[in-house]
């Protein structure tokens, strides 16, 4: 294949100088002449181990060469890969402009009819909506009703660490492309042909917010660890030991494990040992913004779970709730964030019954008891049988966690299950 890569940045040349190794000729774009003097005259723009050699190899064989403009390079490409940067604006949003701009170069350059569309693979970070906001309408503007013949718009995003690039060009973690229909795009599956990954081949929107996801939750994670620190340190506990202790545990703690979204956390443990850390943290004087905000936080989404449980039922409509216990096959009532649900559902006016066959409001003991019967007094009279629950009219079942697993329902019930958003 002839690719272009528009942006010769950390990212776009390193890409570029992998694709080149592979045997695809390349043509990198630039505004900087400099830096195009540069990759021209075999000196890399960046400092990354490998990087040098494959493009002084590249030069060699001829399958290397760049340009300040785009010009008539794309004439006879099959992909075009855009690197540009998207620089934070004041306000904390990307800065799209230089976005918006080689767009706009990449449509004035495409003044001919192709045989195939030029395949456009944006890799710069964007917010989701970019694709079908900005870049889209900037190519249909120009092109009109020949846009589709000449252009099919991916997204890509990129996964690459300054010191280990190619290494994680070639070994990624995971391969996102973006498309208008979510289907594999055949240029992009001959581009990564070499490259063992998982693929997902997902929607623009769900391929956009990809690396805001795994960024952020890079940055929670060494939040995390440095907030646990500060507590070790201040209790003259060896910081050291307790993660080797943490991270040993690859069944709970480093593994997807409580990271799916759906329900809020609850039941005999979390909350109360988050409260004890915060005590903790307040009675040593350490400061711990990340772990003061997670019971905030789950009661942020316990009351948007109640939204969505309740979108568009007018009160007084009849809801049976599957699943009451903190989770399914327990009876365990404990701060369980399905209790809270079923008072705000009974407080917004809604006929509500529950059915959760691990829940016999006559058996609670202890903790349990006290717990139910003082947030949801009228607990016994909500709970129904099986036989009701699959033969009763319902305008909506919430199904919070597996006990819907149990019921029979018939054919187009109004399911909303919170403990896996769709």
Known sequence: MKVAVLGLGYVGFTAACCIASEGHRVVGIDVSSRKVRQVMSGTTPIIEPQVEEMLKDALAAGRFEADTSIGGHLADCDLAVVCVG???????????????????????????????????????????????????PILEATLGNDTANRVEVV??????????????????????????????????????ANIEAPTFNVGYRESEITKFIDNSWHAAKVAFANEIGRTCLALGVSAQQVHEIFVSDTKLNISA?????????????????????????????????????????????????????????????????????????????????NVDLARKLLAAGFNLEIFDPGVDATKLVGANLGYAYSQLPVLERLLVEKGHAESTEYARVVATNATIKSLTLPEGVDVRNLGTLP
């Open 86 to 136: 998207t620089p934070s604006a004041a306000d904390g949003s990307h800065n799209m402009s230089y976005i918006a701009d080689v767009t706009r170069q990449i449509a004035a350059a495409l003044d001919a009819p192709r045989e195939n569309p030029l395949v456009i693979a944006y890799r710069s970070t964007f917010r989701p909506g970019t694709v079908e906001e900005l870049v889209l």
């Open 155 to 192: 997204y890509n995003p990129e996964f690459l660490r300054e010191g280990t690039a190619v290494k994680d060009y070639f070994q990624p973690p995971k391969i996102v492309v973006g498309t208008k229909d979510g289907k594999a795009n055949p240029v992009m599956e001959q581009l990564n």
């Open 257 to 337: 494990y409580y990271m799916r979204p759906g329900g809020a956390f609850g039941g005999s443990c979390l909350p109360k040992d988050v409260r004890a850390l915060q005590h903790i943290a307040a009675d040593t004087g350490t400061n711990l913004p990340m772990i003061n905000s997670l019971l905030g936080s789950n009661e942020a989404h316990k009351h948007r779970l109640f939204e969505y449980a309740a979108e568009g039922l007018e009160p007084g409509a009849r809801i049976l709730m599957a699943g009451l216990a903190f989770k399914a096959g327990t009876d365990d009532l404990r701060e369980s964030p």
